[in-house]
């Protein structure tokens, strides 16, 4: 596989459910973003990772909790979510999380809460 | 970062080139100009980016001006695939987020 995948693509769960989302990045990358993707919202930051290590947390709330295992994985656990959770998640991966350092995405994963 | 402006929509016949525009006239020195392409319901794909000269990759060629306040992306030979929203995206030194605007939706005609 090459360039930034991301499973499952789709996801219905339950306000009560617990689910994960995965990202892995063959780029050799060692930064990894997750955005938000709402209809007829901007794209929205929520986690930065550079290097393994947290560096940024866009006042995200507790139900969403990433984990970086290593630079090549991302993982977005999903606990408790909300209606309007429901949205497109995208997982993106830059070299070094510079600015102006490019990002690749992955396909997305459309998730409808319940 | 600087704010950009681009049509809201435009179309193109298949195999020939589409031209998007995209003002950005409070652009800063050290800013860059990116574009990416988003297919309905997709991830965003990187196209390309520059920051004065004109470049050219596998995809598509940018073409900023001299003032650096505007700049076209070019799909030379454009097919039905090309059909997206294309956006163009100034980013500063210190930014990581990308801010996509509403972006060109680029309709290619048979």
């Known amino acids: 596989e090459t360039g930034v995948t991301q499973t499952p693509r789709h996801l219905v769960m339950g306000m009560t459910n617990k689910k994960s989302l995965k990202c892995e990045q063959h780029?050799?990358?060692?930064?990894m973003y997750w955005y938000k993707q709402s209809a007829k919202k901007p794209l929205e930051l929520m986690f930065v990772?550079?290097?393994?290590?947290?560096?940024e947390n866009n006042s995200v709330p507790s139900r969403f909790s990433p984990e970086c295992p290593n630079s090549s994985h991302l993982f977005l656990h999903l606990h408790t979510l909300q209606p309007e959770d429901s949205a497109l998640y995208l997982c993106?991966?830059?070299?070094?999380?510079?600015?102006?350092?490019?990002?690749?995405f992955g396909p997305g994963t459309r998730l409808t809460v319940l | 970062d600087a704010k950009t402006t681009q049509p809201t929509s435009m179309d193109c016949a298949e195999g020939r080139a589409a031209n998007l525009p995209c003002n950005h006239s409070?652009?800063?020195?050290?800013?860059?100009v990116y574009w990416y392409r988003q297919i309905h319901s997709q991830g965003p794909q990187y196209i390309i980016h520059?920051?004065?000269n004109n470049e050219t990759n596998e995809m598509a060629s940018l073409i900023i001006t001299e003032d650096r306040k505007s700049s076209t992306l070019i799909l030379p030979h454009a097919t039905l695939r090309d059909t997206a929203v294309y956006y163009c995206i100034v980013l500063s030194g210190s930014a990581r987020q990308l801010t996509f605007g509403s972006g060109t939706q680029l309709t290619v005609l048979p």
């Open positions: 409070t652009i800063s020195g050290n800013e860059y």
């Open positions: 993106a991966s830059s070299q070094d999380g510079r600015g102006q350092d490019t990002q690749y």
């Open positions: 990772y550079n290097f393994k290590e947290q560096t």
């Open positions: 520059g920051l004065k």
């Open positions: 780029l050799g990358h060692n930064a």
